[in-house]
């Protein structure tokens, strides 16, 4: 079926109110493009259609990234035959830089290249480190020795080893700020029907990215345990192959947004005019602080707020014989400027405040991992579970807590409060952190009992002990990382200025990779104090730490940490977009132009 266009020259008025639909629906004025540069048609762009691609890819790179991240431990003290202290470290160092990566690929693709190209290269520069892994392990003069088990590992391997996982960390940082934020892109944040699909996406986002964690620590660890290393890690690649081939077909379904510039020159040129402006008056109401015109298919404006008044000083004019056009950014900001630069600065008491969330969530890579190495892990006579498929269970802990969200939490809150969002996104970070702090505990005891069996019974060590003792540590967290860590993606996609969306999803993996800088500083600092009284908290083995302490310790610094973050969660003042004013359509197609013009 042809789809009708909007004929040249017609005049349409678009109404903000949702039940007087007039043609305008067929076109998407939020400032995206199509893949030719023009104005999207709403039948044949975005929404859940060009959502499925990208969700695609981002179900392979988790699929690859968990393969990996959840063996690292066992692999580094394994063939690499590092220490238990030294392979935390190792872990949560590649795991922070990962985490961290994000904030130049986000600024990049924010900036200069857009989404679509900053993961177009991500993805390449990550298949090639899944390609060095590979060869680490198949090339005979790259493998970790020329027999199993390996005695002394080749110096060349641990370098190319460590070469390989870095170039993913790399590929990493540009790939997932840049996917997640042009997924939610898709969505019209100004027409009601998409806004609503918008508030799922995240949640579908995490199922797709569970579900590649899932298979990620199930299948490509039974290649590993059955096929070797090397197969695992050349499935790994040719999947992430395969995924980026699918998400370059979806091209011409996506809605793109072009690169903004650089957000830190407008926010230096609000501090500085503010600065400059200190002794200026405070305005009374915003009628006299300077603002632009909003054009139709530019990003929206901000509603002034009363947070940081220094701030709106920057929006005051002073010279009022100059026009407003004329006077330096350096001396003059608008509103919604002042507002953006508001929005970032409020943001930081909460980002700091999700960190210690975040250490314990990351004990679930490192400790919990190994507490699985050493328990009983046997099935039957045949089958004995792999170590880093008991982290599936954190993955199902968190499908099972999105779908309820989505579809029984958030309809019930929405009749409830008789409110579209239902459950405000500070809310629902709230609900993970207390999730975690009972992880903690769970752990500290299933811990003790552990280390209580083996000093019963030295020669048998913990064997005795079920690997499914550590069941409901890994759901918890699961459970707490589908409250916190997905509201903690839509908190910094929502809430950041609408340009600086690929940095918003960079700020959330940023919370992560701080986190596991914080707990290795936390396990050295510890080691140190409990290793000079004479009994460290991390020995050379398990049996010989005093995990469950340090478990207890995470807890009671997470109720503290809760206790600070609700005082901040309750004065928050969230994002307050103005709504686009009426304009009048003319053919979205007029010779690739969008011709608007302001109603009056």
């Not at 345990?225 to 979806?250: K, N, P, Q, Y």
């Not at 069996?453 to 499914?468: A, Y």
């Amino acid at each position: 079926m042809t789809e009708e266009r909007i004929p040249k020259g017609d005049i349409i008025r678009i109404n903000n109110n949702v039940n007087e639909i007039s043609e305008y629906e067929k076109c998407v004025f939020d400032s995206s493009l199509d893949y030719k540069g023009r104005v999207p048609l709403r039948a044949s762009t975005g929404v859940w259609r060009a959502s499925l691609f990208i969700i695609a890819i981002e179900f392979s790179e988790r699929l690859s990234y968990f393969g990996i991240a959840t063996s690292l431990m066992i692999y580094l003290t394994k063939v690499i035959h590092q220490d238990l202290e030294t392979a935390a470290k190792s872990v949560n160092y590649w795991s922070g830089v990962t985490t961290l990566m994000p904030l130049l690929g986000g600024f990049l693709a924010d900036a200069y290249f857009g989404r679509f190209s900053t993961v177009f290269i991500a993805s390449l520069i990550y298949i090639m480190g899944l390609a060095l892994l590979t060869m680490s392990r198949l090339v005979p003069s790259l493998r970790p020795c020329d027999s199993e088990p390996c005695a002394n590992t080749r110096e060349i391997h641990a370098v190319v080893f460590f070469l390989s996982i870095y170039l993913i960390s790399i590929g990493t940082g540009g790939h997932k700020p840049s996917l997640e934020s042009f997924g939610a892109d898709q969505f019209d944040d100004d027409h009601d029907g998409e806004r609503r699909k918008k508030m799922s996406f995240f949640n579908w986002w995490n199922f797709g990215l569970c579900s590649g964690l899932l298979l990620g620590v199930t299948l490509i660890v039974y290649v590993q345990e059955r096929f070797g290393w090397g197969a695992a890690d050349m499935t790994l690649m040719i999947a992430m192959s395969i995924s980026l081939v699918i998400f370059i077909i979806g091209r011409p379904y996506y809605r793109y947004r072009k690169p903004s510039g650089s957000f830190v020159r407008p926010m230096l040129q609000v501090l500085v005019a503010a600065v400059a402006k200190r002794k200026v008056p405070y305005p009374n109401s915003s009628s006299e602080m300077f603002e632009t015109p909003m054009e139709p298919q530019s990003n929206r404006r901000l509603c002034h707020t009363d947070t940081l008044r220094f701030l709106d000083k920057a929006a005051v004019i002073t010279d009022k014989g100059t026009p407003e056009e004329k006077i330096s950014p350096w001396k003059l900001a608008t509103v919604t400027q002042v507002e953006e630069t508001k929005l970032i600065l409020n943001m930081i008491p909460i980002w700091i405040t999700c960190v210690p969330f975040a250490v314990c969530s990351s004990q679930i890579t490192t400790f919990f991992i190994k507490q699985a190495t050493v328990m009983n892990r046997r099935i039957n006579s045949d089958f004995m579970i792999p170590p880093a498929t008991i982290f599936g269970l954190s993955a199902i802990g968190m499908i099972i807590t999105v779908t309820v969200y989505d579809k029984i939490l958030v309809p019930i809150a929405r009749r409830a409060r008789n409110d579209e969002r239902g459950i405000k996104i500070l809310e629902r970070i709230g609900l993970g952190m207390i999730f975690s702090i009972v992880a903690m505990v769970s752990a500290a005891l299933v811990e003790r009992k552990r280390l209580n069996i083996v000093d019963t019974d030295p020669n048998m060590s913990s064997l005795s002990m079920s690997v499914f003792w550590l069941a409901p540590q890994f759901v918890i967290v699961g459970v707490a990382d589908g409250f916190t860590y997905v509201g903690l993606q839509e908190y910094f996609y929502d809430q950041v200025p609408d340009s600086m969306r690929s940095i918003g999803i960079a700020l959330y993996l940023s919370v992560i990779g701080a986190a596991n800088f914080v707990s290795s500083l936390l396990i050295a600092t510890i080691a140190r104090v409990t290793g000079k009284a004479g009994n460290s908290w991390f020995g050379k083995d398990l049996n010989s730490s005093r995990l469950d302490n340090f478990y207890w310790f995470l807890a009671v610094i997470a109720v503290l940490n809760l206790l600070v973050y609700v005082m901040l969660a309750r004065r928050y003042k969230y994002k307050s977009v103005e709504k686009r004013a009426d304009v009048v359509v003319a053919d979205c197609y007029d010779h690739d132009n969008l011709h608007l013009e302001a109603a009056v």
